[in-house]
């Protein structure tokens, strides 16, 4: 896969992953633990190991990152169902990047408030990028303390050391009436 279509199918890959972790219907989703969180994402067919990213967060940010991924559902998503089952959080989407259909399966097991696990399995229809048929990934979410190293509420740090600020984000992004 060459390094353009991986950084696509990275993108879609968390684009399914963002939608999978917003809540859908009736469903109460979990708040996490105001503070810095260590993220740690992996996937099978994007071609790029593990990746680790650091975000600070608080009640707002979370909300917001909630709006974001409601609003990508009604852009791109024809289906969303969640259920809860004790700590675990099933969705099943199917979702449209493009001329790709996606279905993805995701289990997100909540371990209180300071930690999770994301598994979602995606198939792309047609392959996604040409060549990317379906993705495996995990996500590993955990609060590592108050946050520090100047990190203010809605930074975050990816894994290319890039900062960005998701609150900033969600305000540049057109809202869908």
């Given at each position: 896969m060459?390094?353009?279509r991986a950084t696509a199918a990275a993108l879609a890959v968390a684009a399914v992953v963002l939608a999978v972790w917003t809540p859908a219907g009736a469903v109460d989703y979990?708040?996490?633990k105001n503070g810095q969180w260590e993220m740690t994402t992996g996937a099978t067919g994007a071609g790029a190991p593990p990746q680790k990213s650091t975000i600070c967060l608080d009640a707002s940010t979370?909300?917001?990152m909630i709006d974001?991924?409601?609003g990508m559902q009604k852009e791109m998503c024809t289906r969303m169902d969640m259920r809860r089952?004790?700590?675990k959080f099933i969705t099943d989407a199917e979702c449209r990047i493009g001329n790709s259909v996606i279905k993805s399966h995701g289990v997100m097991t909540m371990i209180g408030d300071s930690a999770?696990?994301?598994e979602t399995a995606t198939t792309f229809d047609p392959p996604l990028g040409g060549d990317m048929r379906e993705s495996k990934t995990?996500?590993?979410g955990k609060y590592v303390g108050p946050c520090r190293g100047g990190l203010q509420p809605g930074d975050m740090v990816t894994h290319t050391g890039q900062?960005?600020?998701v609150n900033q984000m969600q305000q540049r992004v057109p809202q869908s009436k």
């Open positions: 060459t390094p353009a979990p708040v996490l979370q909300k917001s974001m991924g409601v089952d004790g700590a999770y696990r994301t995990v996500l590993e900062k960005i600020n």
